[in-house]
């Protein structure tokens, strides 16, 4: 049937349902539940009232801190161009059912300020009853509510579509995507639209959780490796486990949200939990262990790389710096896929990978790599992260103290590539913003500084005229412009 006999018939099954008659049929068992949970909420069918309306500051605070202001962009792409054509509005709410965003056509957002669907305006079920965002919220999955189907009288002039969405890490409610329109705009793939737009806010919050967390591991792994041989995990502030050594079982979830310094892991042992500044270091206290072997790498600069295990100098290939260069760089580990993009690109072969791993393993001796994923997890120190690390807190002198030149230069590893790169420059340009001669004539003495014609025209213009280094300044610029 069409859409204005289709809202008739509901019409009146809704004036036989609320008004106690006998009727010949009976709502869908969706819509019959919700009503039942809204009439239990003492939401009155004529009601008139607005619903609850938050302060505008409130709302603001809100939408700051709620998790799907990160993929607005991503829902505004989705549905907004959808609901201007097709006479619409898009609505984005938190778990409760308050509308923190609403975007669409301005003459239906105007219809639905008369209402009060718009932002700051709370459409739970408990609130105005049946609705598509609120039922979509109550009864955790995609809904579409059309006309009489609403148990408020005052929006049955309306249809709406709606979906939940979830966080990816706890899997809990975070809020429900909705796209209403007038009666009149009811389109056959305002349902598929909802649900597809959901799922893609979430797998954009898992992609971001992802992200997160390989960034958590990279900054954290050190209080991991500093435990030893003794039996340990990284864990998300929410609890997930994100590595683990060598425990032989864990839950993929802890509850750490009573903020406990001890829980029990639910198989006899109870292990200790101590806060980092990004999640948590778990560990069971024992008896302390053995100390790891130590590996210090040289990379940087013209000369030949080579490591350092335990006293022991080992001259490296270039491949085995570069091995040992990713994997000093990404201390929470990569698998053998990862390295060969790393390495080779798209045309490596996680074969020749694990060879080199294992050759390199033998090399190095026990208790250096690990595997699964390939990590060191010797007591490790290197001098292109001692440079980041300079350059991170600012002690721009230590680090250039420390840089004897670009990182393995002779490497066409695409990954290296661009780590080389980005150290370069982001020396140069401290160097440059510091206006100390002394660091800018010793940056350019480097070989990544002595063909850099900005450098040595930034030396010529102040240095002082008395300065012994002009001249060679000078020498440079008219062979680097001639």
Request: glycine fraction near 8%; proline fraction near 6%.
């Amino acid at each position: 049937m069409d859409a204005p006999e289709k809202a008739r018939r509901l019409s009146e099954l809704y004036d036989e349902v609320l008004g106690g008659g006998r009727v010949p049929g009976v709502p869908r068992p969706l819509v019959a539940a919700s009503w039942e949970r809204s009439l239990a909420a003492l939401v009155d069918p004529e009601l008139d009232a607005p619903p609850v309306v938050v302060p505008a500051d409130v709302l603001e605070s809100l939408r700051e801190d709620h998790p799907l202001r990160a993929v607005l962009p991503i829902l505004r792409q989705t549905l907004t161009t959808f609901a201007d054509e097709a006479s619409h509005i898009m609505i984005v709410t938190d778990a409760q059912g308050l509308i923190l965003w609403r975007e669409g056509a301005a003459d239906v957002r105007r219809q639905a300020d008369r209402i009060a669907l718009s932002e700051g305006a709370i459409w739970s079920e408990d609130a105005i009853g049946t609705n598509g965002m609120g039922t979509a919220l109550a009864a955790d999955q995609p809904v579409q509510i059309h006309s009489a189907e609403h148990l408020v009288r005052r929006i049955h002039a309306w249809t709406c579509a709606a979906a939940p969405v979830h966080d990816p890490d706890t899997g809990k409610l975070i809020g429900a995507v909705d796209v209403s329109g007038p009666l009149r705009t009811i389109h056959p793939a305002m349902m598929a639209l909802v649900t597809a737009a959901a799922q893609l806010a979430e797998g954009q919050l898992r992609v971001r959780m992802a992200a997160a967390d390989e960034q958590l591991r990279a900054r954290n792994m050190r209080h991991l490796v500093a435990l030893g041989d003794a039996p340990g995990a990284l864990l998300t502030p929410t609890g997930r486990v994100l590595a683990v050594q060598p425990l032989a079982w864990l839950p993929d979830r802890l509850d750490v949200s009573a903020g406990a310094d001890r829980i029990e892991l639910g198989d006899g042992r109870e292990a200790v939990v101590e806060p980092l500044d990004e999640g948590y270091l778990l560990r069971i206290p024992g008896p302390v262990r053995r100390r790891r072997p130590s590996l210090r790498l040289k990379l940087l600069g013209s000369g030949q790389p080579f490591a350092i295990v335990g006293g022991r100098e080992l001259t490296l290939t270039l491949r085995r710096a570069e091995v040992l260069a990713l994997l000093l760089l990404h201390p929470a580990g990569l698998t053998a896929e990862q390295l060969m993009l790393q390495l080779y690109g798209d045309e490596g072969n996680p074969t020749t990978v694990r060879a080199e791993m294992h050759r390199l393993r033998n090399l190095l001796g026990q208790g250096v790599l690990d595997t699964k994923p390939y990590r060191i997890i010797a007591d490790v120190s290197g001098d292109v992260t001692d440079v980041q690390d300079a350059l991170r807190i600012g002690a721009l002198a230590k680090a250039m103290d420390l840089y004897s030149g670009s990182l393995l230069g002779r490497s066409d590893a695409p990954a290296l590539r661009m780590e080389r790169d980005e150290l370069d420059a982001t020396l140069r340009r401290a160097v440059l913003d510091s206006s100390d001669h002394d660091l800018l004539w010793r940056f350019a003495q480097t070989s990544t500084g002595a063909e850099d014609l900005e450098v040595f025209e930034v030396l010529e213009r102040d240095l002082p005229a008395t300065d012994h280094r002009r001249p060679a300044v000078t020498a440079r610029l008219d062979r680097l412009t001639g």
